[in-house]
């Protein structure tokens, strides 16, 4: 890996942070608050939230085994993956790689930084190649994106594909584990040791039920989160957030629930559309998700839609020519879908 302070953007390298109120005592006891100009009614809502969110870091350090000062919180994966491009890209000189077809908002990030994107084709099934990916890369390639398991596709890629692009590139290796929880291989968080180029996201979005919270995560070297906390907003994850996530957090059993119940669904979902006439082809999924090829993608979408049912018709993007991607929901929500599927 080349030094830190070249794979940063050196204004971002000499930046003097902004200094918040809750920072300056940090460490100390306090219970008189007259530092941050807050309204002292209606608590605890008045009081601005932890900035660094020290508490729930504890706790995700317990359940995601990851040291504290290697964790960085964002307004769900998205703040974490634009920072990356604002602390280490250069505008209009630096590239990222990323294969494709893959998340959406890594390319979004992208143009919004004006950072060039430069794009490798998966392999049939969707695998990765670590050799196209690393021959796609120059001097001014800053990062590379891998997703897996991977959106739109499902599918895990190869560990040793993987560790071939972290041994063989020496800027950043973002690897997006958003669906790892509900995928049987190891994830790479627990490898943040050996890989000082890797940077890992994870979300309380998907297998932890919480959408809604906006709770993102990035696991790196302490030296990297110190960047990101350095550019973030100060207050970027609020007390809502924060409250909720550590109650979540309590009882990861019951998050493990949830997955077993969601895997033996999409055991069953498998199964169920497969014999369905319509559908040509269900590819692997290591996630909540099946990207499945039908006869007419286009008239199957219009047609759920119609029965208030809603997937997403993944048929304009590469590879996924002709599919849909269905997530598994209850088993309710499932029957729905099959009953409909069947009367089309």
Not at 88 to 112: H, R
Not at 199 to 206: A, D, E, P, R, Y
Not at 258 to 275: F, K, N, P, Y
């Amino acid at each position: 890996m080349k030094e830190l302070k070249e794979l940063t953007r050196e204004n971002v390298w000499n930046l003097a942070p902004y200094s918040c109120a809750r920072n300056e005592f940090s460490g100390r006891n306090a219970s008189v608050y007259l530092d941050a100009n807050e309204n002292p009614y209606n608590s605890p809502f008045n009081r601005y939230p932890d900035p660094l969110q020290l508490e729930v870091k504890k706790q995700l350090a317990k359940v995601k085994q990851v040291p504290e000062e290697s964790i960085f919180i964002g307004n769900g994966s998205d703040e974490p993956i634009d920072l990356m491009y604002r602390c280490f890209t250069e505008p209009k000189v630096d590239n990222v790689v990323a294969m494709d077809p893959t998340y959406g908002m890594y390319k979004v990030c992208a143009d919004i930084n004006d950072v060039e994107y430069r794009t490798v084709m998966l392999e049939p099934g969707f695998r990765l190649n670590a050799e196209k990916m690393l021959a796609a890369c120059d001097e001014h390639t800053k990062i590379i994106w891998l997703c897996t398991p991977n959106n739109p596709s499902g599918n895990a890629l190869d560990t040793n594909e993987v560790i071939k692009v972290l041994n063989g590139f020496d800027g950043f290796v973002v690897v997006d584990e958003a669906y790892s929880d509900f995928s049987s291989q190891k994830p790479f968080r627990l490898e943040l040791a050996k890989y000082p180029n890797m940077v890992v996201l994870n979300t309380m979005s998907k297998a932890w039920g919480c959408a809604g919270i906006r709770m993102g995560m990035a696991f790196a070297q302490k030296n990297v989160i110190d960047i990101m906390n350095k550019v973030k907003y100060p207050y970027n994850v609020n007390i809502l957030t924060q409250r909720e996530a550590l109650e979540l957090l309590k009882d990861p059993y019951e998050v493990d629930k949830w997955v077993r119940t969601i895997l033996l669904e999409r055991s069953r979902m498998i199964d169920a559309i497969g014999l369905l006439p319509m559908c040509r082809k269900i590819h692997h999924s290591d996630a909540n998700f099946l990207l499945v090829e039908v006869d007419d993608a286009q008239a199957t979408y219009d047609y759920l839609v119609d029965k208030g049912i809603i997937v997403r018709n993944r048929n304009s993007v590469r590879l996924c020519e002709g599919c849909l991607r269905i997530t598994i929901g209850t088993k309710t929500e499932n029957q729905e879908l099959l009953a409909a599927l069947r009367t089309m």
